[in-house]
């Protein structure tokens, strides 16, 4: 783990997406967070140890899913599917398939495997198996306040992780897609998927990974936007927390009744054309019950 300083920060953007505002100044005490996401090889020996069953691997109650194809109703994930030709980007079942089987170790379905991915990032993991996890290793998840605090490395109000310019002298600094997503990726960096943790260069904290590669679960409640009292001039919050589910939930869209909360990072399917959101401020809602191949997380030890 990596000791984080406390401090102050400006939290949000304005130049991006609306659930990214407003920017607003922050004060976090100091704590301790995984330099790299939870690996492969971590999760495992926790469910080794502890025998535990992951929510994709559980059976499916139809009352919370009133709307769903009974067919569906079976344990599973959701796997991610690489169209042929561009596809209109507002309908994510263009890209996305719930697919029976799918979990942690068998992260593409049945028959596949995650042997050769140690040092990958964990995924398919819901919410509940992060926390899980992080109790086991004495742990918790940050607060995305926390989280943002770490993602920025010390570079106030920067866009990336690693300062303003997308590609540095042509260098990819994170895991991202790169060509026109969801059809066409060119792999620059030699990865399709997830990459091993620690490929790309740390941040100002020493941190991997803190963008692209996998979204990452924190503990906050997913709201709209920043909260409107954050915009107070005369007070800085302290160690914010969303602990309210009630804001996270009526979104207009299927299984809206399911708490939501925020997910920060980005991850490998992020591309300049759909979800510029391999970024610190960046922030979107994952729905409390949902796992997939691009979400894992890590953890924090408060000081």
């Known amino acids: 783990m990596v000791w984080v300083a406390g401090g102050t920060f400006l939290m949000g953007s304005v130049d991006f997406y609306p659930e990214e505002r407003p920017v607003h100044r922050v004060a976090v005490d100091g704590f301790?967070?995984?330099?790299?996401?939870?690996?492969?090889?971590?999760?495992?020996?926790?469910?080794?140890e502890t025998g535990y069953v992951t929510v994709a691997e559980r059976p499916l109650d139809p009352a919370d899913y009133?709307?769903?194809?009974?067919?569906?109703?079976?344990?599973?994930?959701?796997?991610?599917?690489?169209?042929?030709?561009?596809?209109?980007?507002?309908?994510?079942?263009?890209?996305?398939?719930?697919?029976?089987?799918?979990?942690?170790?068998?992260?593409?379905?049945?028959?596949?495997?995650?042997?050769?991915?140690?040092?990958?990032?964990?995924?398919?993991?819901?919410?509940?198996?992060?926390?899980?996890?992080?109790?086991?290793?004495?742990?918790?998840?940050?607060?995305?306040?926390?989280?943002?605090?770490?993602?920025?490395?010390?570079?106030?109000?920067?866009?990336?992780?690693?300062?303003?310019?997308h590609f540095p002298d042509g260098k990819a600094m994170a895991n991202t897609w790169q060509g026109e997503f969801p059809w066409q990726n060119l792999k620059l960096d030699g990865h399709e998927r997830t990459s091993p943790v620690g490929f790309y260069p740390p941040n100002g904290h020493g941190l991997y990974d803190m963008t692209g590669n996998v979204w990452e679960w924190t503990s906050d409640y997913f709201t709209a936007g920043h909260p409107d009292e954050?915009?107070?001039?005369?007070?800085?919050?302290?160690?914010?927390?969303?602990?309210?589910?009630?804001?996270?939930?009526?979104?207009?869209?299927?299984?809206?009744h399911i708490p939501r909360k925020v997910i920060k990072g980005g991850s490998h399917l992020c591309a300049p054309n759909y979800c510029l959101r391999y970024r610190p401020a960046a922030r979107q809602s994952e729905a409390v019950d949902t796992s997939a191949g691009h979400v894992g997380f890590r953890c924090v030890v408060r000081g």
Do not use: M
């Not at 050769?116 to 004495?138: F, I, K, L």
């Not at 940050?142 to 303003?164: H, I, K, S, V, Y």
């Open 230 to 256: 954050a915009d107070t001039p005369c007070c800085v919050p302290r160690n914010p927390r969303v602990t309210a589910a009630q804001p996270s939930n009526g979104l207009a869209q299927p299984g809206a």
């Open 32 to 48: 301790w967070i995984d330099a790299y996401p939870v690996t492969a090889a971590q999760f495992r020996r926790f469910v080794r």
């Open 66 to 165: 009133l709307d769903a194809d009974p067919e569906l109703l079976v344990p599973g994930s959701l796997v991610f599917r690489k169209s042929t030709r561009p596809v209109d980007l507002d309908d994510v079942r263009n890209w996305w398939d719930y697919l029976p089987g799918a979990l942690w170790k068998r992260p593409e379905g049945p028959g596949s495997t995650i042997n050769g991915r140690d040092r990958h990032p964990v995924v398919h993991v819901a919410y509940e198996d992060a926390q899980v996890y992080a109790t086991w290793a004495g742990k918790e998840l940050p607060t995305e306040a926390e989280w943002e605090f770490a993602a920025r490395g010390g570079l106030e109000g920067a866009a990336f992780a690693w300062g303003d310019e």
